[in-house]
T-cell receptor, first 110, second 117 residues
Framework: KNEVEQSPQNLTAQEGEFITINCSYS?????LHWLQQHPGGGIVSLFM???GKKKHGRLIATINIQEKHSSLHITASHPRDSAVYIC????????????FGKGTLLTVNP | GAVVSQHPSWVICKSGTSVKIECRSL??????MFWYRQFPKQSLMLMAT?????????EQGVEKDKFLINHASLTLSTLTVTSAHPEDSSFYIC?????????????FGPGTRLTVT
């Protein structure tokens, strides 16, 4: 069983819809990343958070440490948001290794 | 935000040859760099962790003699795939940790697509 589980695996939405992608993890962590990977492959780091909530433009990320769960929300989705969204967790201690989820493929249709 | 570059962005090579991929942190000093491999429709898999000036730490199952990593400076790490074979064809991604000021953050490069024919 993967330590990091994302849902859904695939998501198709119409432009303007509110999107939610979920991430659950089974180990204690010190930080959680949300990453975006476009079809060309390059990865962009969207958020790193260890508690609470962060917002950047139309993107919002939340984390509940007690429930070992994080969500990524996209408001007013746009076709350019189409990408794979990846959740990655950093376990505690001085080990900086990340454990990745399998990603959620988001397709936003015009 | 911080930028990590990789070169080349894609490369095609013949079986048996070696390929070097560079990873640079452009506006920060990267005390630690990570090399990942990603096969189609799969998660990123960590191959090795390198700290500037010391030997890389390889993940289980990754051949250190095949995937040579050199982290010669705080802004440059290289991955050399030696005697490449078609099964080494993959997307290789590096990331760099900016540990300045006690703040941990990890930035990813754009990746290098390797095709071995």
């Amino acid at each position: 069983k993967n330590e990091v589980e994302q849902s859904p695996q695939n998501l198709t939405a119409q432009e303007g819809e509110f999107i939610t992608i979920n991430c659950s993890y089974s180990v204690g962590i010190s930080a959680l990343h949300w990453l975006q990977q476009h079809p060309g492959g390059g990865i962009v780091s969207l958020f790193m958070l260890s508690s609470g909530k962060k917002k950047h433009g139309r993107l919002i990320a939340t984390i509940n440490i007690q429930e070992k769960h994080s969500s990524l929300h996209i408001t007013a989705s746009h076709p350019r948001d189409s990408a794979v969204y990846i959740c990655a967790v950093k376990s505690g201690g001085s080990n900086y290794k990340l454990t990745f989820g399998k990603g959620t493929l988001l397709t936003v249709n015009p | 935000g911080a930028v990590v570059s990789q070169h080349p962005s894609w490369v095609i090579c013949k079986s048996g040859t070696s390929v070097k991929i560079e990873c640079r942190s452009l506006d920060f000093q990267a005390t630690t760099m990570f090399w990942y491999r990603q096969f189609p429709k799969q998660s990123l898999m960590l191959m090795a962790t390198s700290n500037e000036g010391s030997k890389a730490t390889y993940e289980q199952g990754v051949e250190k003699d095949k995937f040579l990593i050199n982290h010669a400076s705080l802004t440059l790490s290289t991955l050399t795939v030696t005697s490449a074979h078609p099964e080494d064809s993959s997307f290789y991604i590096c990331s760099a940790r900016d540990g300045t000021g006690g703040v941990y953050e990890q930035y990813f490069g754009p990746g290098t697509r390797l095709t071995v024919t």
